[in-house]
């Protein structure tokens, strides 16, 4: 009963754990259609709610902006957009951080948490993942020797972390995504590689929730069968 009462779990658990973050996140955007007047609603015309439809139109409204900001013409009036907004006092302070963590995050042009490195932490004796990010000018100009700007995460929370200098010799470059190294940190190490789904895939899950004390009473009937 034990065995399959795991194995039960090791099926359900995570496709509750998938259904859940979806319907939080459908859920979530669909406040987006809230921002709309009462009577542009597509529940108001349509009589009825249709669950998602949110979502659908915050991803196209995103889609089309950037389709918008590519050309000529957007990125004209997106220049005096942010030109407007460098204006105001308190909205030109949180705008341009936000804005310089985001193109740092999205942006594909920029060098930061391209690299996954090998560096030395928290003792000399012991190495940590971490991430290569951006050097600032006036640190670069005040350091002697080559050094690399590291973000070194904490487990199980990668939003967490320190963030160091460390001379480029010191550091091992992995040969690894960085989706695959928050994987690793969020998980604590115990995910396992991913690999194609063969037909031991069900065996494999039923070896997982073996109850060791049976495999210690098979054990020792085989024993007894061969001496």
Known sequence: ??????????????????????????????????????????????????????????????LGTGVFAT????????????????RIPVVKSIYSSVKQVSDMLFSSKGDAFRKVLLVRYPHPEAWSLAFQTTMPPEVAGGIEGEYVAVFIPTTPSPVNGFYFFVK??????????????????VSMGAMVPERRRGPDDRRHVLDIARDPEEDHREGNEDRRRNP
């Open 71 to 86: 050309n000529i013409l957007g990125q004209r009036l997106l220049r005096m957009w942010e030109g407007v907004l460098a």
């Open 168 to 185: 480029k010799d010191e550091v091992i470059e992995v040969d690894m995504r960085v989706d695959q190294a928050l994987k690793y940190i």
């Open 1 to 62: 009963m034990k065995k399959y009462f795991i194995t039960g779990l090791l099926i359900w658990v995570p496709l509750g754990i998938t259904l859940w973050v979806l319907h939080f996140l459908v859920s979530t955007l669909d406040q987006s259609l809230l921002l709309l007047p009462e009577n542009a609603r597509p529940e108001h015309w349509l009589g009825f709610r249709i669950p998602g439809l949110g979502a659908i139109v915050l991803l196209l409204v995103v």
